[in-house]
């Protein structure tokens, strides 16, 4: 059975009631997860507010500020972590990030500066996040991101975010054949799309989830919900033989030749 009772985890990427680390936020609750949860900061303090209401039933031990470009703000999301709970069992990266120019028309021309923030944010942060994380997993863990399709395809104006996809990917790679004589295991999910802040940023987006409904084996996308429930079996000593894998949660869409 699905049993997360005693693990540790800490999920980033929650903005609203439509992002997929909500959904896996919740999944992990259900299972008996300890939830610590980041926000990205803002000046006026409204996303904090926003997210702290949003996750309150959910009882976080651990409500943190983690904006992944500043160095200090991750160090101290850590020293959280170590000082509250002792270890860490779980960790969710759930974030990216592109400019919205950078998201439509001709790929040739992303700047170097929207290439540069695209793969900071969205690919680095895995690498950040995760090398903070191993010193706190003592008894072994679970690190998991996710991807898009984007990465091994070129999807219409996905763009930049697909070269920070496939990069994200090849981390995942490269943590996983590190952290795992840890018992420390990583693995992406690549979700269908899903309507969302971050997504609605990608031109034509709607367009991709019409096309999807029409052409995936199960002939629609997913849910946040389904994507959580895959975190929290990826999380769990149910998959312990798995590392290193990008696990499609997608309704069947990747292996259609259309
Ligand atoms: P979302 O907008 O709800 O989540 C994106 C999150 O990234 C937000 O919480 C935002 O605060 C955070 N973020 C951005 N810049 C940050 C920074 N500098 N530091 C810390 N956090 C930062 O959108 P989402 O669709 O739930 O995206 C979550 C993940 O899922 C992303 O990696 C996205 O690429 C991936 N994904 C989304 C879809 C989709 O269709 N929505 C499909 C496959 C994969």
Known sequence: MLNLTG????????????SIAWGIAQQLHKAGANLGITYLPDERGKMEKKVAELVEPLNPSL?????VQDDEQVKSTFEAVQNQWGRLDILIHCLAFANREDLTGGFSQTSRSGFKTALEISTYSLVQLSGAAKPLMTEGGSIITLTYLGGVRAIPNYNVMGVAKAGLEASVRYLAAELGPDNIRVNAISAGPIRTLASSAVGGILDMIHHVEEVAPLRRTVTQQEVGNTAAFLSSDLASGITGQVLYVDAGYEIMGM
């Open 63 to 67: 409500f943190v500020p983690c904006n």
């Open 7 to 18: 693990k540790n985890a800490l999920v980033t990427g929650i903005a609203n009631n439509r």
